[in-house]
């Protein structure tokens, strides 16, 4: 099983995300994002998932939200878990860094 998946404009992870993984991530990560014909849009992280996550995989979210960005769209959060948020709070990074989706 992947520890992330791309369909519908979201990116979905599961499992234990740590430094070690990061590469993998990332690989699949741009794979989906540059597969995309309009980067103009909204793009989401479903993090439901997610049993563990670290400092390296929260910078590798932060680069993916920037590259949307970047390609003037948006990166939203779908769903999350207490783990994600408690990180989020560990570095005193507010609850919206990354924006809830409608």
């Excluded at 910078?59 to 783990?83: D, M, P, R």
């Excluded at 408690?86 to 990354?98: E, Q, R, V, W």
Aim: aromatic residues 10%; proline residues 2%; neutral net charge.
């Amino acid at each position: 099983m992947s520890i992330v998946t791309y369909e519908n404009k979201t990116f979905k992870f599961t499992g234990k995300l740590n430094i070690y993984k990061v590469s993998e991530l990332k690989n699949k990560i741009l794979e989906g994002y540059n597969a995309e014909a309009a980067k103009e849009s909204d793009f989401f992280l479903d993090l439901s998932g997610v049993e563990a996550i670290d400092a390296a995989v929260l910078q590798l979210l932060l680069a993916l939200k920037q590259l949307v960005k970047n390609g003037k769209g948006n990166l939203k959060l779908k769903a999350s878990t207490q783990t994600f948020d408690s990180l989020l709070d560990l570095f005193g990074m507010p609850a919206d860094t990354f924006p809830k989706a409608a």
